[in-house]
T-cell receptor, first 113, second 114 residues
């Protein structure tokens, strides 16, 4: 039951370039989307989120884009830095009193110096 | 910066034994959660807790699991009779907001059931 899908298990990017991480979802009840970053032996760290009423949210080097009709969101990191190397998880919640997060499997980003 | 803490970081137990995983959420947070991640799989929601009661739980959270907030700071997950398939990383999370917002995760407890 893959309601949130991250189809790329890994991504390598040169330092300074843009990293684009993609996420698709199937459940139209999802109305809030989040990105988390995870280093080994640590818990997921919240990065950025977006409500379904928006199509873009920006925070420093991180921008999340939401295409609701395509049920697709992406995280752009620019410029990418070696410290960004981690596993990135896309997550979604349904709202209306339900705040449990449904996670994707993650994409391992490697930023090469 | 305030953070969610979890103890122990690692726990090894025999099948059938009871385990209690402990979490101290961020002090002004109101909502508390447990998630788990079996090795190689995605992070899965177990349960959410608000105002001293369970607000949501997943199919995974069966009668073997229970949660408690025994005092003003700790939030615990108890597994009454552990099974081999309970081996996983267990994450506690908390959030202050009563609307959707980023949940703040602890570092996790790695549980190994032998």
């Amino acid at each position: 039951d893959q309601q949130v899908k991250q189809n790329s298990p890994s991504l390598s990017v040169q330092e300074g370039r843009i990293s684009i991480l993609n996420c698709d979802y199937t459940n139209s009840m999802f109305d809030y989307f989040l990105w988390y970053k995870k280093y080994p032996a640590e818990g997921p760290t919240f990065l950025i989120s977006i409500s379904s009423i928006k199509d873009k949210n920006e925070d420093g080097r991180f921008t999340v884009f939401l295409n609701k009709s395509a049920k697709h969101l992406s995280l752009h990191i620019v410029p990418s830095q070696p410290g960004d190397s981690a596993v990135y998880f896309c997550a979604a919640s349904k709202g209306a009193g339900s705040y449990q997060l449904t996670f994707g499997k993650g994409t391992k980003l490697s930023v090469i110096p | 910066e305030p953070e969610v803490t979890q103890t122990p970081s690692h726990q090894v137990t025999q099948m059938g034994q009871e385990v209690i995983l402990r979490c101290v959420p961020i002090s002004n947070h109101l909502y508390f959660y447990w998630y788990r991640q079996i090795l190689g799989q995605k992070v899965e929601f177990l349960v959410s807790f608000y105002n001293n009661e369970i607000s949501e739980k997943s199919e995974i959270f069966d009668d073997q699991f229970s949660v408690e907030r025994p005092d003003g700071s700790n939030f615990t997950l108890k597994i009454r009779s552990t099974k081999l398939e309970d081996s996983a990383m267990y994450f506690c999370a908390s959030t202050a907001e009563i609307i959707q917002g980023g949940q703040y995760f602890g570092p996790g407890t790695r549980l190994l059931v032998l």
